[in-house]
Every structure is written in structure tokens, then in C-alpha cells.
């Protein structure tokens, strides 16, 4: 296994950071820039849209990060991905949610999932969706760990998504900071510094994540 993002089979250099996008999806997976690549909500969901329970976004000015909530126990298969996230999907609907609240989701392998539309704006913090990006990692991180593939994956995706939506660095929150819970979990609220700084300043693989 290469260093880099795989897009459409070609590895990306990208300062050490690995990560596969699933083998059956590739062709479908859809590059975006910045080395970030993303697996379409179309792979994982056959759910429809419900455009008359969102709201349609006027650009975006910050990101918040979460957590499942979810014991992962290591799971990194995309099946796996798949089902945690038809799970989560389904409670949201449930809920009487447009779609799924997030607008990406990253596994433990550090794939990064599209989930609802950025046309849309997000259903992820009690009264804070406005222009709020929502990014959710797979697992309970107050009580397990992020792995660095996902750690690595999430912070290229803050960059990028930063740049290419003109978000502030220091607009990025966990959901703890705009809302009472326990979310995104120690042992990931723990990075978040490093998640929002400079992407050519970051060596996740080299780093102890005590949390
Ligand atoms: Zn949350």
C-alpha cells in the first residue's frame, strides 16, 4: 500500500497520509481537490432526499465535528461503513431529518463518505445548522480511540474543505463547544487542534494519541 490518496486507482502524494477508497466503488468515487476523495452518498444510500424538510444552504462559515456515538471495535471493512452508516441515516429519517444530518462522514480506514448534500444546510447541532458544516467519525471516542488513517483523512478533509468553502481555521469547533454534549469525545475533541492547523504541519502516524 502506497503513501497518498487513491483516486481512481492513481495514489496521491500527500505528506504520508494513507488511504484507500473502497475497491468495487472507485470508478464512482468522485475526486474533489486537495487530494481529497470522496465516495458519493449514491454507493451507500438508495434512500431518497426529502427536499421539503431541508433548507438550502447560502454558503457555509464553519465546521463542527462529531462522533457516532457508536462502538466501533475496529471495524474497517466498507461493509461495515456502509451498515453504520444506513444505521444512522435511517434514525435521522426517522426523526423526520431531509437526509442524513452529516455532510461527510470518515471511517477508521479514513474514508471519507458523502452524506447530505452541501446544497443543503446540515441537521447535526440543536439550533446551530446555519452555514455549519457537519463532519462525522465513525466510532465512541470517549471511549475508543480515532486511528491515524481516520485522523489523517479528517484533517485533509478540514483543509479542503476550508479552502474550497472559505472557512476560517479557527471556525472550527467540535460539538461540545456549541452545544451541551459529550461529542465529538475525549479522545478525538483531544486533536482537534491539530485537526484545524495547517495540513503540511501534521504527522499523525508519529504522534501519541493519549487524547
Ligand atoms: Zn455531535
Redesign the pocket.
Known sequence: MGLGFSVAGISLPLHGVETRVPERNTKSSVPVRDGVSIVPRATWSSESVYPDRLIRAKGFDRI????S?RINGGETSQNSSIYELQTIQAGHLKRGYGDIGYHFVVDLEGRVWGGRSLVYEGA??LRENRANVGI?LLGNFEKERPTSSQLAATHALIFAACKNLGIQSDRVYG??DLGA?A??GRHLYGHLNVLRGERGNTDFSSRDFSG
Do not use: K, N
Open positions: 463542527t465535528i462529531h462522533h456515538a447535526h447541532v462525522m460539538h461540545r454534549s461529542c465529538p
